[in-house]
């Protein structure tokens, strides 16, 4: 018999923490986006809404990576919602990407 299970959060701590886990997964695995075939595991980077989310911040660290290799500059993060290495926080909110998968 189908059961369903609702689960209620405040939906600020739920966005943020979402972006949060987008760039942990972003930052974490960046230079290794290539899922390896064959395995049997489910990746985060398959999941939605992480699919989209994870696949910008990897866009917006590419962006930087080039940046780096073109200038030699490199950024420093002392605020880890507001910094030139991926999408602030503040920016983020506005995105499509975001209001597609978490505003309500």
């Not at 609702?6 to 701590?13: E, F, G, H, I, Y």
């Amino acid at each position: 018999q189908p059961r369903v299970v609702t689960m209620l959060r405040d939906p600020v701590a739920r966005f943020l923490s979402s972006y949060e886990f987008a760039v942990e997964v972003s930052v974490r695995s960046f230079g290794e986006e290539a899922v390896a075939k064959g395995n049997n595991r489910v990746s985060t980077r398959n999941v939605w809404p992480w699919k989209y989310l994870v696949r910008h911040v990897d866009g917006d660290l590419h962006r930087y990576k080039d940046k780096v290799e073109t200038t030699g500059w490199k950024d420093s993060i002392s605020n880890v919602y507001n910094n030139s290495v991926y999408t602030p926080l503040h920016e983020f909110v506005s995105l499509q990407v975001a209001h597609d998968d978490l505003h309500n």
